[in-house]
T-cell receptor
């Protein structure tokens, strides 16, 4: 059973546009939500993360929006660039206790010039 | 810069062979993980280890085993390789499980023929 559901599976965006990737979860114990970015031929790398005590976190052109009541969170990439073309994974875990990350199935983003 | 190093970038093995995938981290992390990555399925946890000589099954352990004789090294073993084990294998490590700060290696692309 997929603990974190991610959509879409693939996304094509024009340069300068906004890329939006959505994730949903059911486990109310989850309280840490990171996003990982993976370029071809590389392993995933931590991009940005959020805790549920805030509804939004922004780092440069990357923003996580979090809706605790809906148990959904999303990644927004503003002014998308060809260099943002990568696979993005959302993830979730409870912060307390020794728990592993639960990953979404990934979104392959292509930004076309 | 912290590193997780996977010994092979590409491997081609024959059906029935015993295959060893090696992973070394230089961050003194307690926790290490093996994932396989397949299109549309995301990252699936095979095994993880939270201490030397300790191991735990992940979501898809069948056909795999692991070894952790030293803190910095975590090996994935395919006892008898099969074609359905053709995949990208990713090793990761972290200091505190549940904190989400995973560092991934660049992956090993294994093809079983």
């Amino acid at each position: 059973q997929q603990q974190v559901k991610q959509s879409p599976q693939s996304l094509i965006v024009q340069k300068g546009g906004i890329s939006i990737i959505n994730c949903a979860y059911e486990n109310t114990a989850f309280d840490y939500f990171p996003w990982y970015q993976q370029f071809p031929g590389k392993g995933p790398a931590l991009l940005i993360a959020i805790r549920p005590d805030v509804s939004e976190k922004k780092e440069g052109r990357f923003t996580i929006s979090f809706n605790k009541s809906a148990k959904q969170f999303s990644l927004h990439i503003m002014d998308s660039q060809p260099g943002d073309s990568a696979t993005y994974f959302c993830a979730a875990t409870p912060l307390t206790g020794a728990n592993n990350l639960f990953f979404g199935t990934g979104t392959r983003l292509t930004v076309i010039p | 810069d912290v590193k997780v190093t996977q010994s092979s970038r590409y491997l081609v093995k024959r059906t029935g062979e015993k295959v060893f995938l090696e992973c070394v981290q230089d961050m003194d992390h307690e926790n290490m993980f093996w994932y396989r990555q397949d299109p549309g399925l995301g990252l699936r946890l095979i095994y993880f280890s939270y201490d030397v000589k300790m191991k735990e099954k992940g979501d898809i352990p069948e056909g795999y085993s692991v070894s952790r004789e030293k803190k910095e090294r975590f090996s994935l073993i395919l006892e008898s390789a099969s074609t359905n084990q053709t995949s990208m294998y990713l090793c990761a490590s972290c200091r505190d499980r549940g904190r989400g700060g995973y560092t991934f290696g660049s992956g090993t692309r294994l093809t079983v023929v």
